[in-house]
DNA sequence: CTTTAGCACTCTAATACCGAGAGTGCTAAA
DNA sequence: TTTAGCACTCTCGGTATTAGAGTGCTAAAG
């Protein structure tokens, strides 16, 4: 579609756009960049890459200023034009500043959010393992002040949860013991949505015989089990507003990164797709307050299967090279940790 | 120092800025608040006002503006006037706004920030009731994949923590089981504070007679009564930065603010002021980069002593009297909650 | 056919200037 | 002590001007 110097002038406009927040012009091009070509020429191929959206201008004295799609075509082209060795040893830099994580078993995908965003000066997000998709080590009971119930959940990830439940009856601390007992030998190993699946069905398979006790003990059973939709984390707004690039819409865009909702629908459904980093430029993104920003999004993996996302939110025209390959390795990261670390 | 006419002028000044964040000329006072005086008195009593540090004009054809000390003023004068009928409908209202907490029993305090933010436009605050001001009312632990320990606290406030300590060698369950046994047995209701003081002094006489198991297990009891410095709740900083008045220092402002460790430490300092809500105004506040900010703090109690801080940051030109009302109303509620809710 | 030099054109950003409006301070009278 | 009157100051919005950057087009060169 494009011929190879054509592709090459995008690339190098797109990087410089990046590099310095400027419209860039054509002497700009020739200059910074050795096509051995005079501005007139950069200036057509310019004016072709503008008819065909990659580009457009401010105004008409400006230099040119890539589109969602320009930077689409520059994230796409990327991986075959990394400067691998400056990148490299950035890379290792990054990556012992992720080590130190590990100290803190619980804050490792908290951190992840954190350092992503220390390190970018971009948002950094990530949506912690859910612990629906955790596997059961064992499950704790107490009765509390006699109407409510602590539980204490934890798993073989190493995630802990905790909740109270209050009752309408007393439970004695002797039926809870027996119902935590059954839990843990009869589940322990499997994951926690095949549990509350298979209690479901046992309930009403009870309730057809009546039982009332034995029906109280299951629900208490899949109360115990169910853990509000989890939140996400997320670090760096202060820094990102402080960004030249959105002195005008601030409000909007914080209202919108703050929605933790949106976020975790996104969160989700990138967590599906298999792979390295997906990346989302401006209007690519399904959440129209957010037009205007870009993610980078990879998901972490746990026993083989995708179970969470992390990523970097900032501006289009936010350093790709950089973030994709932050958020690759953290992904990685955590998912190394998930399996081995704990 | 100031005759009570000057004070009523200063007062409406004040009111009026705040109302309209617009600098409030002579002619305008004259108008809206009937002192029968002309302009011109008016004029006089301000520039006396002006230079006695009350107020000053941004610049010579503008109308004058409160200074921080004109805040002052108005906050230590305003409960001899506030406009009790109205205020009062506003309490109720927002008192069945916070009554929808209770249904959760761990998110009253976290609720409690996010009720203020959202009935503000403001920053609301909140520090949770730290663990270490808690009584016990049962610890448990738990080995888990060999060299970890799983702790589980309960507070007799309805707390409940939990932490994954990593050992060098693994302990027993038995072993667990019996510290555990132990700890509930020897401390159940005692505040955490002076267990952990005890099991200080416990182990110093037990490393005397270098009995190393039980000095082991002194020190896991110590850890497992330990908690990382508690995070504080906040809400609304998009809210609040789209607020007009600080177009340009945001930035410096939106990191002042999730400066948690700062935070942490001015809302425990209020924390020990006794009776009703602390006002800080501009340049009144200890951590200089929240100069321009006001905060309107306000302790909540737990068996008769401070246990909390609730409060809400906003700009130097906040709706004190509004401020005022909720967060009292706020640091009542809570503390209403800890004594019989639970 | 592609590339390039030259040049006129357009648009922005910076600067200065002007007039209206707001609000003051001062003076002199009530 | 208060007030009316008035000159003064400063901001704000609009307009004019200019310098500079970068373009698009044309016509010549490769």
């Known amino acids: 579609m494009l011929n190879k110097r054509t592709e090459q002038v995008l690339f190098a406009i797109v990087q ?6 400027e419209p860039v012009g054509s002497r700009f091009v020739t200059k910074k960049y050795s096509f051995n070509l005079s501005p007139a020429t950069i200036r057509n191929i310019m004016a072709d890459l503008e008819e065909l959206g990659f580009l457009i201008q401010p105004h008409t004295s400006a ?34 500043r992720l080590e130190s994580l590990k100290e803190d078993l619980n804050g490792v995908i908290e951190g992840a959010a954190k350092t992503l965003s220390e390190n970018s000066s971009y948002i950094g997000v990530s949506a912690p393992l859910k612990p629906e998709k955790t596997t059961l080590n064992r499950v704790e009971l107490f009765s509390y002040k006699g109407r409510h119930i602590a539980v204490m959940l934890l798993t073989n990830e190493g995630i802990i949860k905790h909740k109270l439940i209050r009752m309408e009856q007393e439970v004695s601390p002797r039926t809870l013991r027996r119902i935590s007992d059954y839990l843990n030998q009869e589940f322990a190993g499997y994951g926690i949505d095949d549990i509350r699946l298979r209690l479901v069905r046992e309930m009403s398979k009870e309730k057809a015989f009546c039982d009332i006790l034995i029906t109280k003990a299951m629900e208490i059973c899949r109360e115990a089990l169910t853990f509000p939709a989890g939140d996400i984390y997320m670090y760096g707004l202060p820094e990102f507003i402080g960004l030249p690039d959105f002195s005008d819409r601030i409000k909007e865009i914080a209202r ?87």
Chains 1, 2 share one sequence.
């Open 256 to 342: 919108a990164i703050e929605d933790k909702h949106l976020m975790v629908r996104l969160l989700e459904k990138v967590c599906q797709e298999p792979g390295g980093a997906s990346v989302l430029i401006g209007s690519e993104n399904p959440v129209k307050e957010m037009r205007g920003l870009s993610m980078v999004l990879a998901p972490y993996g746990q026993g083989g299967r995708p179970a969470g996302t992390v990523g970097i939110i900032g501006p289009t025209r936010m350093d790709y090279n950089r973030a994709i390959t932050m958020v690759e390795a953290t992904a990685r990261f955590i998912t190394d940790f998930l399996s081995d670390g704990a």
């Open 16 to 21: 410089s756009y990046i590099a310095s927040h």
């Open 63 to 96: 230099g040119r200023v890539p589109t969602d799609r320009g930077y689409r075509f520059y994230v796409d082209y990327l991986p075959e034009h990394m400067a691998a060795v400056e990148e490299k040893n950035f890379l290792t830099a990054y990556m012992t």
